[in-house]
């Protein structure tokens, strides 16, 4: 079997700065892929977020893993920005075979465990053009080349399942609203995908090690089980390689299909498809977290990783 079943596949990952969304371009580039990295954090200039990654880093990244990154600085909530990219996108490569729809950017701006009428309006909205208007602007403009050809893949990236969800309040209205609507937006998108042969999956990690959740436990990826001290939960935590190689085993799942319309996390990708996180595990964050964490039961990740 080959190792570089996207060699000759063309992927754009909007969000690529940081988290998920970086490991998502370097594991589709590790597949052999051509990777657009997108985002506002760049050596040119910072995001709100103010933090120290680039999209040139991780275009970097997937070039060292063995795919070719091409790094855009892009705003996607200025719709002539995403037009522009995509322009770029058909002009130099004539295709688009994989979207993901990862642009978060938001955590400076939610206010936890606060009622609707407690909530500061301005930074609520913002969330919502962050994480949902900048994911149906680069649709609008990206889906017109991915259908060119049958096969095309588009991923929203989100934070829990539908059915999680669902049956879950994400301890912030504007949160919740936001990672409802990724989950639905995927949805939508894969019924109007359909027809055209190509595919829209919901994916979520699980408790993710993040560059941020990392300096908030104050801990680092070489000894990132110290946090556990800090919460015993951060246990069942995984890299966002992990999630980043769910989106590579899709991309190159000739039966992708299968899954259009679904919302998923990484855990039970990892089970169908056999992929492991960095240090050969197969973390099922999203179950522990339904049945551990959130029943109150002592932490302890036997049969969960």
């Not at 490569?93 to 939610?110: A, P």
């Not at 949160?175 to 027809?195: G, H, I, M, T, W």
């Not at 246990?235 to 769910?246: D, F, L, M, N, Q």
């Amino acid at each position: 079997m080959t190792t570089t079943p996207l060699r000759g596949r063309v992927a754009l990952v909007a969000g690529a700065t940081r988290g998920a969304g970086r490991q998502i371009a370097v594991q589709l580039g590790a597949a052999g892929a051509t990777v657009y990295a997108t985002g506002r954090s760049s050596r040119a200039g910072r995001s709100e977020m103010d933090r120290p990654e680039t999209i040139e880093e991780t275009a970097e990244l997937v070039t060292a893993a063995g795919g070719t990154g091409i790094a855009v600085r892009v705003d996607h909530l200025v719709p002539e920005q995403v037009r522009d990219l995509v322009a770029r996108i058909d002009a130099e490569q004539g295709r688009l075979d994989v979207l993901v729809n990862d642009v978060w950017g938001s955590e400076h701006l939610i206010t936890w465990n606060e009622p609707v009428w407690r909530q500061p309006l301005e930074p609520g909205f913002r969330t919502l053009e962050l994480a949902v208007h900048s994911h149906l602007v680069t649709s609008h403009h990206a889906l017109p080349l991915l259908i060119r050809n049958p096969g095309g893949l588009v991923v929203e990236i989100g934070d829990g399942t539908t059915a999680y969800n669902d049956a879950h309040y994400r301890l912030s209205v504007f949160y919740d609203l936001a990672k409802v609507s990724v989950n639905r937006l995927a949805f939508a998108q894969a019924r109007e995908l359909e027809p055209h042969g190509c595919t829209a999956v919901a994916l979520t990690p699980g408790f993710l090690r993040s560059e941020a959740m990392l300096e908030h436990f104050g801990v680092t990826e070489e000894n990132w089980r110290d946090g556990i001290v800090m919460d015993p939960h951060f246990a069942i935590s995984e890299t966002p390689a992990y999630v980043g190689r769910a989106v590579a085993a899709l991309a190159a799942d000739p039966d992708r299909a299968r899954w259009n319309g679904r919302s998923v996390d990484s855990g039970e990708l990892a089970t169908v498809y056999g992929f492991t996180d960095l240090d050969g595990s197969r973390p099922q964050g999203l179950r522990y977290i339904v049945e551990v964490a959130d029943t109150g039961r002592p932490a302890d990740v036997t049969g969960y990783r």
